[in-house]
């Protein structure tokens, strides 16, 4: 009965956390749409939009929030450099993954269908 209690407790504890070995899904996914609607009105780059191939600056936040979201989603730390150059297509790939990592996690309008 002890152990029971203290499984719950701690479940409870995670979710209403929402942090699990140092990840978290709503900061995670704040940071996502934030960087979303960067792209959507195009100040990921330092001039606006770039030629999918080629490198450009990417803007102080831009390069911020990909930091975090990186550190929170790779065991390694970073899947995608987070200097100031990138390409448009880097970028999106890395929105895409982190989309696509954080359709794992179920959430309460997908738990009532």
């Given at each position: 009965?002890?152990?029971?209690?203290?499984?719950e407790?701690?479940?409870?504890?995670?979710?209403?956390?929402d942090?699990?070995?140092g990840?978290s899904?709503?900061?995670?996914?704040a940071?996502?749409k934030?960087l979303?609607?960067?792209?959507k009105d195009?100040?990921?780059?330092?001039?606006?939009?770039?030629?999918p191939?080629?490198?450009?600056?990417?803007?102080?936040?831009?390069?911020?929030?990909?930091?975090?979201l990186?550190?929170?989603i790779?065991r390694?730390?970073?899947?995608?450099?987070?200097?100031s150059?990138?390409?448009?297509?880097q970028v999106?790939a890395?929105?895409?993954f982190?989309?696509?990592?954080?359709?794992?996690?179920?959430?309460?309008?997908?738990?009532?269908?």
């Amino acid at each position: 009965m002890e152990n029971e209690l203290r499984l719950e407790f701690g479940m409870n504890l995670l979710l209403k956390d929402d942090v699990v070995n140092g990840f978290s899904y709503s900061f995670s996914l704040a940071l996502l749409k934030k960087l979303q609607q960067l792209k959507k009105d195009n100040k990921l780059f330092w001039n606006g939009n770039i030629d999918p191939t080629q490198e450009g600056a990417i803007t102080d936040m831009a390069a911020t929030i990909m930091g975090h979201l990186s550190g929170q989603i790779s065991r390694h730390g970073h899947v995608l450099r987070t200097d100031s150059s990138q390409s448009s297509n880097q970028v999106n790939a890395f929105i895409l993954f982190v989309e696509e990592f954080l359709a794992i996690f179920p959430t309460k309008a997908k738990k009532t269908k």
